[in-house]
């Protein structure tokens, strides 16, 4: 499985050098270094070059240099626009990977929510991220940038004696410009999955 991962990233850089936009790294936005571009994805520096990408300096699941190489592919000079925040299900053509996003992005935190909370400064910080303004809801929340151009808030709810503990993963309003409606469930995924490492 792995082999076909790293065939797609393969084909995907192929396409994006074999026509490359000469407002690459202003769009993505990043620094260029002749055919190298540098920016942070998922709290790490990436790394993006025609033989592959680098995320970090520990060995990353091929899912990441997938969705690394369709936002480089789907880069445009648009600006991030957070507001209003728009659920998953609110996309088009979504429908099919709600059940999936649902279970992997929001219910995956729930056991975790107090220790989420006490953690919530390191996350912001590595993720890009910000706190939220009063009255985003739940009893704690956050948006964070697993990429340049696509913010994530989440919204958490800790259990008490009538509910349990409950998540919320909301997109910035336009995320669906910078990648298709596949990739922004896998960015919620693994943005997820980042949050549960910082918390180790």
Do not use: W
Request: hydrophobic fraction near 35%; aromatic fraction near 10%.
């Amino acid at each position: 499985m792995t082999d076909n991962y790293a065939k797609i990233v393969q084909d995907n850089l192929n396409q994006l050098y074999g026509n490359l936009p000469k407002d690459l790294s202003k769009n993505l936005p990043g620094e260029q270094e002749v055919e190298r571009f540098v920016f942070d994805a998922f709290g790490e520096k990436c790394l993006i070059e025609p033989k592959g990408i680098t995320l970090g300096d520990k060995e990353h699941s091929s899912v990441f240099g997938i969705l690394i190489s369709l936002y480089a592919l789907n880069a445009r000079p648009d600006v991030c626009v957070p507001e209003p925040l728009k659920a998953f299900k609110e996309f088009p053509d979504s429908m099919p990977y709600v059940g999936a996003f649902t279970t992997h992005t929001e219910q995956l935190l729930v056991p975790h929510v107090d220790k989420i909370k006490e953690s919530v400064q390191i996350i912001i910080e590595t993720l890009k991220g910000e706190e939220t303004p009063d009255g985003s809801g739940g009893d704690f929340s956050f948006i964070v940038y697993p990429l340049p151009k696509i913010a994530l808030c989440y919204i958490f709810y800790e259990s008490d004696d009538d509910f349990p503990a409950s998540v919320t993963c909301l997109y910035s309003n336009n995320a669906r410009l910078f990648l298709p409606v596949d990739g922004l469930a896998d960015v919620g995924e693994y943005c997820s999955k980042t949050i549960l490492k910082l918390i180790e």
